[in-house]
């Protein structure tokens, strides 16, 4: 049996998406994609996995070698989710007992994730609050007032999560240099 659900976590958050799925396991779900929003399941008997969540933005020859080194370290990679110039890349390990699997045993290494993350988020927020005025200045002259409002609050929401992300990425990184 299959499942899909809808579940919206912020890049990040992405820690809570691992707990998610870890959770979801543990009921008998097993991850196996993300797509269009939607985290999808295969019915399976309950187990303790650990997820976690790279974000791969290298260049494509180099992709192997990428998996090749979670491999060494037994993850297994479950599913990729491409964004921007880069992928997602979810994986997956038998959880031991009390052991915490993890793929970042510095914190040089995870600070350098959320840097990239805030990086490359904050670009797509800047894209956004220019496409504010642009799509304003285009339709309001027209008289579609009905297409500028919800535009508007789309884009206001938008911007309003893209700040929210900036300042807990930065929070994070500022905790993490301590």
Same mark, same amino acid.
């Given at each position: 049996?299959?499942?899909?659900?809808?579940?919206?976590?912020?890049?990040?958050?992405?820690?809570?998406?691992? /707990?998610?799925?870890?959770?979801? $396991?543990?009921?008998? @779900?097993?991850?196996?994609?993300?797509?269009?929003?939607?985290?999808?399941?295969?019915?399976?008997?309950?187990?303790?996995?650990?997820?976690?969540?790279?974000?791969?933005?290298?260049?494509? %020859?180099?992709?192997?070698?990428?998996?090749? #080194?979670?491999?060494?370290?037994? @993850?297994?990679? /479950?599913?990729?989710?491409?964004? *921007? %110039?880069?992928?997602?890349?979810? *994986?997956?390990?038998?959880?031991?007992?009390?052991? /915490?699997?993890?793929?970042?045993?510095?914190?040089?290494?995870?600070?350098? #994730?959320?840097?990239?993350?805030?990086?490359?988020?904050?670009?797509?927020?800047?894209? #956004?609050?220019?496409?504010?005025? *642009?799509?304003?200045?285009?339709?309001?002259?027209?008289?579609? #007032?009905?297409?500028?409002?919800?535009?508007?609050?789309?884009?206001? /929401? $938008?911007?309003?999560?893209?700040?929210?992300?900036?300042?807990?990425?930065?929070?994070?990184?500022?905790?993490?240099?301590?």
């Amino acid at each position: 049996m299959k499942k899909s659900v809808y579940k919206f976590i912020t890049v990040d958050n992405y820690e809570k998406e691992e /707990v998610f799925l870890k959770e979801m $396991a543990l009921k008998g @779900w097993q991850f196996t994609e993300y797509k269009g929003l939607k985290y999808h399941f295969e019915q399976s008997e309950p187990a303790n996995i650990d997820y976690r969540i790279d974000y791969f933005d290298g260049k494509k %020859d180099e992709k192997d070698d990428y998996i090749q #080194l979670f491999e060494d370290s037994g @993850w297994t990679l /479950v599913s990729t989710y491409t964004i *921007f %110039d880069g992928e997602w890349c979810y *994986f997956k390990k038998a959880a031991q007992d009390k052991e /915490v699997n993890e793929i970042f045993t510095d914190n040089e290494s995870k600070i350098a #994730l959320f840097e990239k993350i805030r990086y490359r988020w904050t670009l797509y927020g800047f894209m #956004l609050m220019f496409l504010i005025p *642009f799509s304003l200045s285009t339709t309001l002259p027209r008289g579609i #007032l009905f297409i500028s409002i919800p535009m508007v609050i789309l884009f206001s /929401v $938008a911007i309003i999560l893209y700040v929210k992300l900036w300042l807990n990425l930065s929070m994070k990184i500022k905790r993490m240099k301590r």
